[in-house]
T-cell receptor, first 118, second 111 residues
Framework: GAGVSQSPSNKVTEKGKDVELRCDPI?????LYWYRQSLGQGLEFLIY????????KSGLPSDRFSAERTGGSVSTLTIQRTQQEDSAVYLC????????????????FGPGTRLLVL | KQEVTQIPAALSVPEGENLVLNCSFT??????LQWFRQDPGKGLTSLLL?????REQTSGRLNASLDKSSGRSTLYIAASQPGDSATYLC??????????FGTGTSLTVIP
């Protein structure tokens, strides 16, 4: 079946511009995560959505970052007034995330969006 | 805050060799631990997930172990193949929503 998809695959923008990154999770997956992977660094958690619950935004690095998940499916990550340090690969993952069935906690990742801020 | 460390950062082995990748974490209060592989320019592929109540999981040539009390996990790869060349990441999930990732071990299997 279809996996997690992300668009665009690459994005080059100028410092100060806003960007929107899109994630289409696997159909039926209730949980959705956004991560950032900077060069030579581990994945950094950004935000978590689970069903209709309020998102866990504790990983967002500044108020320039925001994310939405419409209808419990597609998510967009928006970065306003981009800075050069925002350059990274932004990864999205989804999972069934049912705690009473832990085997379905497995996260499935998209290919990522490579963002370059000039 | 949970800290996840992976050693070594890079490893090069001849084809056919068995190898062990290490992951350590600072807070033993975890819900589960997951091993992933990441190929260059690609997203992550889940390999094995171990619940906190489990000690190991196996899939084909891969075996992952978990010693929660000592804050360690190992990923054992038997009879390595060139196609195993990738970066291997471990991630731990404490009781909250966040997963904490290590920086990975870059594996090269030489034909």
């Amino acid at each position: 079946g279809a996996g997690v998809s992300q668009s665009p695959s690459n994005k080059v923008t100028e410092k100060g511009k806003d960007v929107e990154l899109r994630c289409d999770p696997i159909s039926g997956h209730t949980a959705l995560y956004w991560y950032r992977q900077s060069l030579g660094q581990g994945l950094e958690f950004l935000i978590y959505f689970q069903g209709n619950s309020a998102p866990d935004k504790s990983g967002l690095p500044s108020d320039r970052f925001s994310a939405e998940r419409t209808g419990g499916s597609v998510s967009t990550l928006t970065i306003q007034r981009t800075q050069q340090e925002d350059s990274a690969v932004y990864l999205c993952a989804s999972s069934l995330a049912l705690r009473d069935r832990p085997s379905q906690e497995t996260q499935y990742f998209g290919p990522g969006t490579r963002l370059l801020v000039l | 805050k949970q800290e996840v460390t992976q050693i070594p950062a890079a490893l090069s082995v001849p084809e056919g060799e068995n190898l062990v990748l290490n992951c350590s974490f600072t807070d033993s209060a975890i819900y589960n631990l997951q091993w992933f592989r990441q190929d260059p320019g690609k997203g992550l592929t889940s390999l094995l997930l171990i619940q906190s109540s489990q000690r190991e999981q196996t899939s084909g040539r891969l075996n992952a172990s978990l010693d929660k009390s000592s804050g360690r996990s190992t990923l054992y790869i038997a009879a390595s193949q060139p196609g195993d060349s990738a970066t291997y990441l471990c991630a731990v999930r404490p009781q909250g929503n966040q997963f904490y990732f290590g920086t990975g071990t870059s594996l090269t299997v030489i034909p």
